[in-house]
């Protein structure tokens, strides 16, 4: 099945967090940091919500972390300040943490296909991440992240970088459901995913699913 939906994509889209990078738990921690000035119960609060809600931009989390965490208690202290210190804990780990096995050998494998990126991650943050360890040049399609969101990034590039039919490589149930609605094919990658009870979700959904981008190199 994993063979088939590759061969017959024109467009590889990929997730960043989790399935590129083992970035996930870089930004779990990141999270937590930039909360703990307000306890450790909110900033507990807003790490299970990012778990709970993972491929969702920063910006919906910190958001939600405003609104329905902290409320009144962040006079003083704004949004721009959390981002900001968010971005200054994820950057360092995102240089630092591994790289998945295969990625070179997987495009060399996939000369027909173009390939994109689409992340909840900061595009600025994303692109200037990927030139400095060399895999820039790898998504020919673009590189694509927050602000926007993964609806309206695929909205916005199905039919220019996105041709179709095109399959999402993805680790969250928002990336699924994200892509599934604009009519892409979606496998789950399971190995990096904090998805909680993710097999029972994957049969669920009844979703093609591998563990890492080696496992779908081997299967082509």
């Known amino acids: 099945m994993i063979q088939r939906i590759i061969n017959n994509s024109a467009t590889i889209v990929f997730d960043c967090d989790g399935v590129v990078l083992d970035s996930n738990k ?4 990141a999270f937590y940091n930039a909360a703990i000035p307000y306890g450790e119960e909110a900033a507990y609060a807003l790490v299970d919500y990012h778990v709970k809600h993972g491929g ?5 989390k910190f958001q939600y972390f405003i609104d329905e965490i902290v409320g009144e208690k962040l006079a003083g202290f704004g949004f721009e300040v959390l981002l900001d210190r968010y ?3 994820v950057m360092q780990g995102l240089h630092e943490c591994k790289m998945a096995d295969s990625l070179v050998d997987l ?5 027909n296909q173009s390939w994109v990126l689409v992340s909840g991650g900061d595009q600025r943050e994303l692109r200037s991440v ?3 360890r060399g895999i820039e040049h790898l998504f020919d399609g673009g590189i694509f992240g927050s ?4 609806i309206d990034i695929f909205t916005r590039e199905i039919g220019g970088n996105i041709k179709l039919p095109a399959v999402y490589i993805g ?3 928002y990336d699924y459901y994200s892509s599934a609605a604009l009519g892409l094919d979606f496998i789950f990658l399971a190995g990096w995913s904090e998805v909680y009870n993710w097999e029972a979700w994957v049969e669920a959904e009844s979703l093609s699913w591998c563990n890492d981008i080696s496992e779908i190199l081997r299967l082509l």
């Open 87 to 89: 971005a200054e804990f």
């Open 56 to 60: 969702v931009s920063r910006y919906q």
């Open 26 to 29: 870089v930004k779990t921690q």
């Open 147 to 150: 602000p926007d969101n993964k």
């Open 171 to 173: 680790d969250s149930k």
């Open 107 to 111: 495009r060399a494998a996939t000369p």
């Open 130 to 132: 990927f030139k400095a």
